[in-house]
């Protein structure tokens, strides 16, 4: 029997946004669906969001869940995380804040907050037109685990973003190794991949700190390059444009092509491309490469 927590319980026999949202053709109202998962594979979810368009700002959501005790109480918590959030609010909300609103899951089942999280990221992608050009690479890349059809770019990514140490937590988030266990070995591979790159990044990134942006550094896998990106980003850049009233997100890395969302005052501002230029780009072409160029979404 799991230990689950009394959240968990109450949300998942007693949830209060299961089911669909319809398209009535609304004015000014627009309705996305994020599909993730496999039955096969023993959970999927189906999240609808419900948007006004002049805000982006989610008016309803609901969902439809096959899976365990876990899937639907990460479900219904998911829901009750966003609702009233814009879009971009809501892309905020990671598989850690689903798990603390329920208390905590259990270990083997944090794989249903990570299906939560990027249910919704797909429903805004969809809601945008844009493809989910972040979870590409899980179809491209060489298949690891045969059990469950996991490809070693999804693994390296729930490592990064969950800092993943051991090939047990790698199943927990994403189950890759939870069936007959062969690929285990190669989960260890890549977690000592990952962590030579992140060593890696650091001596890189201080590098470029002590030599003012000056760094021969050539070359830089797409690990390294994002996390730099990322750390210019949290360290240069974020602080400024927070005291002006906005900021920026990173939301993709397509080879020198760096694709941000900015957010408050900086999404609004008439002068928001110079912001990209000024502000956002030169400092990455300086710190990172000089071939970087910056677009928002």
């Known amino acids: 029997m799991w230990d689950y927590t009394d959240k968990v319980l109450e949300l998942f026999y007693n949830p209060q946004h299961q089911g669909v949202i319809e398209d009535k053709g609304e004015p000014g109202i627009k309705v996305a669906v994020g599909d993730v998962g496999s039955i096969a594979c023993g959970d999927a979810l189906r ?28 479900s219904e918590a998911l829901v009750e995380l966003i609702k009233g959030k814009t879009l971009d609010e809501a892309l905020k909300v990671t598989n850690k804040e689903i798990a ?33 050009d972040t979870h590409e690479d899980d179809d491209e890349g060489a298949l690891v685990c045969t059990c469950f059809g996991i490809s070693d770019a999804k693994i ?37 991949s990952v962590q030579k790159e992140k060593a890696s990044v650091t001596t890189v990134s201080n590098s470029f700190s002590q030599t003012n942006g000056k760094s021969a550094v050539k070359t830089l896998t797409p690990v390294q390059k994002i996390a730099l990106i990322q750390r210019v980003l949290d360290e240069e850049v974020r ?3 927070i005291a ?3 900021d920026v997100e990173l939301f993709d890395v397509e080879g020198d092509h760096v694709k941000v969302i900015l957010q408050g005052a900086c999404g609004s501002c008439s002068s928001s491309i110079a912001t990209l230029k000024i502000a956002i780009e030169s400092r990455l072409r300086d710190r990172v490469s000089k071939d970087l160029v910056v677009e928002a979404v």
């Not at 603390?100 to 805004?124: D, F, R, T």
């Open 100 to 132: 603390n609103y329920l208390g905590g899951l259990p270990e083997a089942k944090m794989h249903c907050s990570v299906m939560g999280q990027e249910a919704l990221e797909a429903a805004i992608y969809n809601y945008r037109g844009i493809p989910l």
């Open 239 to 241: 602080p400024i444009l």
């Open 244 to 246: 002006d009233g906005g």
């Open 47 to 74: 999240l609808h969001l419900k948007v006004e368009e002049k805000t982006e700002k989610i008016l309803e959501a609901r969902f439809q869940t096959f899976g365990c005790t876990s899937a639907i109480a990460s």
């Open 156 to 192: 390296k990514r729930v490592i990064i973003e969950n800092n993943l140490t051991t090939a047990e937590e790698v199943t927990n988030y994403v189950k890759a190794g939870g069936g007959c266990g062969s690929c285990l070995a190669s989960i260890d591979d890549i977690i000592a």
